[in-house]
């Protein structure tokens, strides 16, 4: 994977782009789009989500956000299918028949829910500077037992230990990537990565809405607490490398 990760990509091929009519340009009706104006009405988009962001963040957020749905958009279609595009506010616009995502916000629904991860450990470390919980322990103190939610381990087997199967199936052998290093074409599946990621984020935001990680800091619910803790450490760290293949940088405040 690092072999494959380190190499200068020379272009992206992949099949006819078509789009819907935009919510907000009714009367639009121009037989094709450029890719300035695209990104312009992604950007646009985008700020329906910062109004969830602090203030200082809005602009690198917007633009990080903005990027995201592009690229999910570009890449959540299987190579040799039309790329149905569509610049809407409204969920379910972006139809998944054939292996896509749902939502033309997906990516930035994705990135949200790792700046509540990552929000959510700077709570904690704070917590702990200031006493309210004990510091974390070392992982083989951990009684992952505790983990008493189905969820919780629907997020582990589902997704955090199915990753790196996922990696392979859709960056393809080892040889494949010998093999492109000499020019010839390399064949990946990084639809196969946009949807792991939403729905990824979509188990993790309903698990996240419902359980209070950070309890009551009691010392008997101290052991849960971590458990769960280290659980969404492993969380956070592959929604990153899920991130990182797709080259979208992640944001860290919400």
């Not at 992949?14 to 935009?22: D, E, K, N, T, W």
């Not at 149905?84 to 139809?95: D, E, F």
Request: charged share 15%; glycine share 4%; proline share 4%.
């Amino acid at each position: 994977l690092s072999s494959f990760l380190s190499l200068s990509p020379l272009h992206l091929s992949c099949f006819p782009l078509h789009y819907r009519s935009l919510l907000f340009l009714r009367n639009f009706s121009s037989p094709c789009m450029f890719a300035s104006f695209y990104f312009a009405c992604s950007f646009f988009l985008s700020f329906s989500f910062s109004l969830l962001l602090a203030a200082e963040y809005v602009q690198q957020c917007v633009t990080a956000m903005t990027m995201a749905t592009v690229k999910f958009e570009l890449l959540s279609s299987p190579a040799n299918h039309t790329i149905k595009l569509s610049v809407t506010s409204s969920p379910g616009a972006c139809g998944s028949d054939q292996g896509g995502v749902q939502d033309s916000r997906s990516g930035s629904f994705v990135l949200y829910n790792y700046a509540r991860l990552s929000t959510l450990w700077q709570h904690f470390n704070k917590d702990v500077t200031n006493g309210v919980y004990p510091p974390l322990p070392s992982v083989d103190k951990i009684d992952f037992a505790l983990l008493s939610d189905e969820a919780e381990w629907n997020l582990l087997f589902r997704y955090v230990m199915e990753f790196p199967c996922l990696t392979r199936e859709s960056l393809r052998s080892d040889e494949e990537i010998e093999s492109f290093k000499d020019g010839s074409r390399l064949n990946c599946s990084l639809n196969k990565v946009c949807l792991f990621l939403v729905n990824f984020s979509r188990d993790l935001s309903t698990y996240y809405s419902r359980v209070r990680v950070l309890e009551e800091p009691v010392a008997h619910r101290y052991a849960v607490v971590h458990a769960r803790l280290y659980l969404l450490q492993a969380v956070k760290q592959v929604l990153h490398n899920g991130l990182s293949l797709l080259s979208i940088e992640p944001f860290d405040q919400v």
